[in-house]
Each structure stands twice: as structure tokens, then as C-alpha cells.
């Protein structure tokens, strides 16, 4: 999970979503078959820009956060699962677009993985990202992982990057999903499977792209995760930026160089957003986000509150996963209103 404020460490709404998302692929053709011609042939992928070699197909595969654990279930890769980790309360999963993967697979962590539970699991591939897993103070990183002999796959949209030793991001968000579904149709031998989930996202989006409100038109957007005496937000290298960006909106945030990020609420009310999006999920409810939002007096001018325009999306739409498409289409088909009424 990524790094958040003290008051919002539970990600209990991420998988409340009702909305699937259109092509998601779980089904889309058969796990690929285990045995030895399976987990012989090594495979070299680019994972943050740099090489790494995988000597076999992996057969036990642990996953921290939903948004990662569903990009396996999407490929239909939850036979090659020995488990994942997800905070306490994942909500109801009759509700959720991969309710059966998630009945097959164990639920190791009800918080974070950790050397013990993926030692116990005998892992033999760790996918998380930083913030999503891997962190530095706990000792959980891929090099930690590589002297047990566990190799990792780290989730794109959290590479590090040079602005700073934290800083993420290294491509467009939907840019790191295409490339991390494409990185995991090879190793697993899933190619076409990956390929078709692309397409069917990539022509989602473009559908989305086609009606979108143009020029000055485009509703000015801001997103807002948690905080009351400061907003924790959505730079330009987070997913919420494209998704905005794809569903016809503005991020009111592009300028700040980071993913996620705090900001003081002085900038949100100079640059006026025309929509707040929440992200739903923790302990503090979407509606109670909400009622603060319009409740809290510096914000009575700005025209979201003054208009009442807010959307919510969940958790597992604004980052990296699968969902992403669907959250586009979501969200621009509000922004259309918006743009008609505007």
C-alpha cells in the first residue's frame, strides 16, 4: 500500500466497487499448465528499466494490494498463487469483478506481506511495488528478497525514479499497466491473453477519449484521498492523472512532480476545481469525506462545493489495476454532464 496519513492506513472500501470493468479477462482462456515443460525456459523482462532474468515460471506467486493481486487474477494466473496480502476489511466479494480468484487463493496478511509470510507461503515470486509492499524501513525489498533466493517483480507504476530517493513514477499510469500485463504474459506464457486484455482497455479508453468535453470545455478536477488539516492528492505521476486526463477532465494537480502527494487546501481553492473526486476507502467513509468537503469553510467558494459535483471512485480504480479502464468510462461519463451544464 502507499504511503499515507496516520488517519487512513486501511484500504477496507478497495473492493466494494460494483462496476466491473468491460473485457477485464479473467476467463479468458485456460491457466497455463504447470509441470516441467512449464518452469523450464527463462525469461528477461524490463522491470524499472532494468533487466532481470527469471530462471523458471513461477509456481507460487504472493501479491501485496489489490490493485497487483488482481492483475494476476485477470490473466487468470490464480492457479500460479500461493497467497496475497490485503488490509483488514476487504468488503463484500460477491460485489467484485474477480470473486472467484479471490475464493481460490489464501489470504495470507490481513496488513502487508513480510519475510515470514512469504517464506511460510514458499513464494517463489513476490509481486508488489514500492508504497505497495516494498519499503525500506521495514527491510521488505526486492534485494532483501533476492539473499532469502525469492525474486520479485516490482509493480511499474511504483518505480523509483531519479527526483528523489521516494519519487515514483516512470511512465504514464495506463502505459505502466499495458507494460506490466505484457511483462506478465511472458513470463507466464500468457501472451495472447495479455494482448487481448490491452486492446479491449485501450479501446475502452479510446471510446471514453472520443466523447470527452474538448479545449476549454474540460471540467477542472481534483482528487482528494484524505486529510483535513492538508489534502493528500494526485500529482502528474500518479494513475489519477490519466484517468482524469482520458475521461475528458484536468487535474487542477498536474504541476505538482509527484504521484501521491500533500498539498495545502490555499491551492486547491485558487485553482477552483469544477469536480472533487474522492477516493473511497479506509476508515473514514466516502460520505464522511464528503460532508466535510462541503462543510469545511474555505472550501464554500470553490465551485465542486458551491455546485455540489462530487464523484467518488474506489481505491482500486486510482491505482494500478485493471480497473482503471472502467473508472475512465465511469468518470467521464460524469464530466460530460458536467461539461453540459457548465
Request: with cysteine; aromatic share 8%; net charge neutral.
Amino acid at each position: 500500500m502507499r504511503t499515507l496519513p496516520a488517519t487512513a492506513l486501511c484500504l477496507a472500501a478497495a473492493l466494494t466497487a460494483t462496476a466491473t470493468a468491460t473485457g477485464c479477462g479473467a476467463h479468458v482462456e485456460k491457466s497455463p499448465a504447470t509441470g516441467a515443460s512449464a518452469s523450464a525456459t527463462a525469461v528477461t523482462l524490463t522491470n524499472c528499466g532494468t533487466p532481470v532474468t527469471y530462471d523458471k515460471v513461477p509456481e507460487r506467486v504472493v501479491t501485496n494490494d489489490v490493485g497487483i493481486t488482481e492483475l494476476m487474477f485477470a490473466l487468470g494466473l490464480e492457479d500460479r498463487m500461493a497467497g496475497y496480502a490485503m488490509p483488514d476489511d476487504k468488503g463484500d466479494l460477491d460485489a467484485v469483478p474477480y470473486k472467484d480468484a479471490y475464493r481460490k487463493v489464501k489470504w495470507l496478511s490481513k496488513d502487508q506481506l513480510t519475510k515470514e509470510n512469504v517464506l511460510d507461503a514458499r513464494a517463489d515470486l513476490v509481486f508488489a511495488g514500492w508504497n505497495y509492499g516494498f519499503r525500506e524501513d521495514g527491510g521488505f525489498t526486492p534485494d532483501s528478497l533476492k539473499k532469502l533466493g525469492i525474486p520479485s517483480y516490482i509493480l511499474t507504476e511504483s518505480c523509483h525514479n531519479g527526483r528523489s530517493k521516494t519519487s515514483r513514477g516512470i511512465m504514464p499510469p495506463l502505459d505502466a499497466l499495458y507494460a506490466d500485463l505484457t511483462n506478465l504474459g511472458r513470463l507466464f506464457g500468457v501472451e495472447q491473453r495479455a494482448a487481448k486484455l490491452i486492446a479491449d482497455y485501450r479501446k475502452q479508453i479510446a471510446d471514453v477519449r472520443a466523447k470527452a468535453p474538448r479545449g476549454t470545455g474540460k471540467p477542472k478536477v481534483f482528487l482528494y484521498d484524505s486529510g483535513q488539516d492538508q489534502p493528500f492528492t494526485a500529482g502528474r505521476y500518479a494513475a489519477p492523472e490519466q484517468i482524469i486526463t482520458e475521461a475528458g477532465g484536468v487535474n487542477v494537480m498536474h504541476d505538482a512532480a509527484d504521484s501521491w502527494t500533500t498539498v495545502g487546501w490555499e491551492s486547491v481553492v485558487d485553482r477552483d476545481p469544477d469536480v472533487i473526486v474522492i477516493c473511497d476507502y479506509g476508515d473514514v467513509s466516502a460520505e464522511q469525506k464528503k460532508k466535510f468537503l462541503l462543510s469545511y469553510a474555505p472550501l464554500r467558494d470553490v465551485s465542486a462545493v458551491r455546485n455540489r459535483r462530487i464523484f467518488v471512485l474506489d481505491y482500486v480504480d486510482l491505482v494500478e489495476s485493471p480497473r482503471n479502464p472502467s473508472a475512465v468510462a465511469r468518470l467521464g461519463a460524469y464530466l460530460r454532464t458536467v461539461a453540459r451544464k457548465s
